[in-house]
C-alpha cells in the first residue's frame, strides 16, 4: 500500500531553519508530482509547494524566497527546506501525491516568536 512519512518537524526559533523529509512507498515515485501542504489551528489545509515529476517548482506567495521543496528519486523522498521562518508558519505539514488520494500523517512545526 502507499505510504507516505514525513518527518524533520519541531519546534524552532522565529528566524530558524527546518528541513523536512518525506519518505514515500508503494508507489511509482518518480513518476508522480508531489506537494507539501500545512494546516494552521482552526484553518484550511493549503498547498505551501509543489514540484512535477521534472523538478519544476511552484510557491504559495507566502513563502517564496523563503521555502525550497526538492526530490530525491533514488531515494523516494521529498524534502521542503523552511528558512527564515515566522510564527505564521506554525501547522502541520503534511506531503501528498499530487492529484491523488494518498496523504501523510503529518509533522508539526512550531515557530516561537
Known amino acids: 500500500q502507499v505510504q507516505l512519512v514525513e518527518s524533520g518537524g519541531g519546534l524552532v526559533q522565529a528566524g530558524g531553519s527546518l528541513r523536512l523529509s518525506c519518505a514515500a512507498s508503494g508507489i511509482l515515485f518518480s513518476a508522480n508530482a508531489m506537494a507539501w501542504y500545512r494546516q494552521a489551528p482552526g484553518k484550511q489545509r493549503d498547498v505551501v509547494a509543489t514540484?512535477?515529476?521534472?523538478?519544476?517548482?511552484n510557491y504559495a506567495d507566502s513563502v517564496k524566497g523563503r521555502f525550497t521543496i526538492s526530490r530525491d528519486n533514488a531515494k523516494n523522498t521529498l524534502y521542503l527546506q523552511m528558512n527564515s521562518l515566522k510564527p505564521e508558519d506554525t501547522a502541520v505539514y503534511y506531503c501528498k501525491v499530487v492529484s491523488s488520494i494518498y496523504w501523510g500523517q503529518g509533522t508539526q512545526v512550531t515557530v516561537s516568536s
Open positions: 514540484i512535477t515529476r521534472g523538478g519544476v517548482s
